[in-house]
């Protein structure tokens, strides 16, 4: 097969001299930063579906995305699919993306039965092992689409129809059965139509319970099968339901907790889902951080004036300074990495335009990776914070922290006192300036 990307050279770090467009000016792979090297700490990945599978249609228009590799193929034929794998691998190793994640169906067309699925699955399995291989791109993680067949139009694992449940549990078997087999990093649970449009018809609670028992039958399936990979929860609030179950990163830890399944899953926290919850990125990465749950992240960001999940790619410094600060505090990407679920605008037709995305998103996050580096050397942020805390490190709020003493002491303490009488100011402002001096 004729290459995909004739024309578009292997992607080489140019240095921010450079006025290549496709040439890195940040991101330099083998570049250490803390002691770790850029690839390693970012552990960048390209999705299957918004690449190989999105053609620019949106609900008021068909697609307008150039693709000649599809020419000659019909929609969702297996065909079509096997054309695909070849140039995705062929993007991937252009790119330099050490990893990639897939939907089971959008690697593979959906047959007419689950049966059909399952062989055109497999056929489609062979291809992507044979260039895995070749090219040494590796799977971040796999995840099954249980959201766009009309059989899952109430929810999957939370439909009120048990057969719906039943489809669903197949086919995560199916989808976990080859990221093992691919040996993928890890396995991704975003809850597509689990939620609800409508409490008139909707037994919460039950649907709920239905979730944690889905998660309990795949725990066990995992270790039956020997995946030692996590697994992660993708939380968004809304879209394609009105509410969804997991809908941030705290609603996810206190579904994970009711549940008992706190230990056998991290999270992995999309921008543009935050922001449709009204967090932000940093909020979400602190919040899972702090309950050790950190994974993975899908980089893209979303559009302030638009309410949906537009999947853009990441451009802005403040936002991959901030997600690295934290990323970097919790002791980084392990198993997890810096997926671009992101797609291009439906007015960008051309397949170099998925160049110059990806290459966009990789060098705002090796810029905001340095700046984080930078912003924790410096040290002055940290040892503003460390400073404020200083009234808990030792006399009474030590004691408070030790549980040393309890309301009755602390009445005491607090009537002994009177008042308080020193005001602190929090210096945001002087904050907000102390950051700036890095990007
Ligand atoms: C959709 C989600 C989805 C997950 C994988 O909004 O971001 O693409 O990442 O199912
Ligand atoms: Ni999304
Ligand atoms: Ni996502």
Not at 18 to 26: I, L
Not at 86 to 104: I, R, S
Not at 125 to 150: C, D, I, M, Y
Not at 186 to 191: I, T
């Amino acid at each position: 097969m004729p290459a995909a990307f004739p024309k578009i050279p292997q992607i080489q770090f140019e240095g921010p001299k450079s006025r290549n467009p496709f040439a890195f000016k940040h991101y330099n792979p083998t570049e250490l930063v803390e002691g770790k090297s850029m690839k390693d700490h970012l552990r960048f990945s390209v999705v299957y579906w918004h690449t190989m599978c999105g053609t620019g249609s949106d609900m008021f228009g068909w697609g307008t995305w150039n693709r000649p590799w599809d020419r000659g193929t019909r929609e969702n034929s297996i065909e079509r699919a096997k054309r695909r794998v070849p140039v995705f691998f062929e993007f991937c190793e252009k790119l330099g993306a050490p990893f990639y994640a897939w939907h089971d169906r959008d690697v593979a067309p959906h047959g007419t039965t689950p049966r059909e699925s399952n062989r055109y699955l497999d056929a489609i399995a062979k291809l992507l092992k044979e260039h895995q291989k070749a090219s040494g791109v590796r799977l971040l993680w796999g995840t099954a689409q249980n959201f766009v067949h009309p059989r899952y139009m109430h929810g999957a694992a939370t439909s009120c129809n048990a057969d719906a449940f039943a489809f669903a549990a197949a086919q995560v078997k199916r989808a976990l059965e080859l990221t093992h087999e691919l040996k993928g990093e890890g396995y991704v649970f975003w809850g597509g139509r689990e939620g609800y449009s409508s409490l008139l018809n909707t037994d919460l609670k039950r649907e709920m319970d239905h979730l944690g028992a889905f998660m309990h039958m795949a725990v066990d399936y995992k270790k039956k099968i020997g995946f030692t990979g996590p697994f992660y929860i993708e939380p968004k609030p809304k879209e394609p339901t009105k509410h969804q179950y997991d809908s941030d990163a705290a609603a996810c830890l206190n579904f994970l907790r009711e549940y008992r399944l706190l230990p056998h899953f991290k999270l992995n926290l999309e921008t543009n889902h935050a922001t449709l919850a009204g967090h932000s990125m940093q909020h979400e990465l602190e919040v899972a951080g702090a309950a050790g749950a950190l994974g993975s992240i899908d980089a893209n960001s979303g559009d302030m004036f638009l309410g949906w999940d537009t999947d853009q790619f990441p451009t802005d410094l403040y936002l991959t300074a901030q997600c690295m600060l934290t990323i970097l505090k919790y002791g980084g990407l392990t198993t997890g990495g810096t997926n671009f679920d992101a797609k291009l605008r439906r007015e960008s037709v051309d397949p170099e335009d998925l160049f110059h995305a990806h290459i966009g998103g990789m060098d705002t996050f090796a810029r905001g990776l340095k700046i984080a580096a930078a912003i924790r050397k410096d040290g002055r942020l940290n040892e503003f914070v460390k400073g404020r805390y200083r009234s808990w490190d030792s006399g009474i709020g030590k004691l408070i922290e030790k549980r040393k003493v309890g309301f009755k002491e602390l009445e005491a303490y607090a009537l002994k006192k009177g008042e308080i009488t020193s005001s602190e100011s929090g210096r945001q402002e002087y904050l907000e300036n102390l950051f700036n001096e890095f990007i």
